[in-house]
């Protein structure tokens, strides 16, 4: 019985850890991405903002390009951007990732 109830209590544990860290990534890409990317991943072509969702990025290429920037890239992404730590990137690229 006692084993039984440490699994439940660790699937318990990683489902709502795993729900957080969801719901920041959402949070994170509402406040610092959909300005330009669009709400829904959808980009925005009159500033010539890429769609996001459906890209064929990983997520580390997309925690890459966000918190060290690409040289060739239009600003903000020609270099880190401002007060975004790696731990946020994951979990913004990993919310880009379900975009569909």
């Not at 957080?20 to 610092?32: F, I, P, S």
């Not at 959909?34 to 997520?59: D, I, R, Y």
């Amino acid at each position: 019985m006692k084993l039984r109830d440490v699994a439940l209590t660790t699937v318990y544990a990683v489902a709502v850890t795993t729900s957080l860290v969801a719901q920041e990534g959402a949070d994170l890409y509402k406040k610092r991405c959909s300005g330009c990317h669009g709400a829904g991943g959808e980009g925005k072509p009159t500033v010539k903002a890429p769609a996001l969702k459906g890209t064929k990025q990983e997520a580390s290429q997309i925690v890459e390009h966000t918190t060290k920037g690409e040289p060739n890239s239009k600003p903000p992404h020609n270099k880190a951007i401002t007060g975004l730590n790696e731990e946020q990137a994951k979990a913004i690229a990993d919310f880009v990732k379900t975009l569909k």
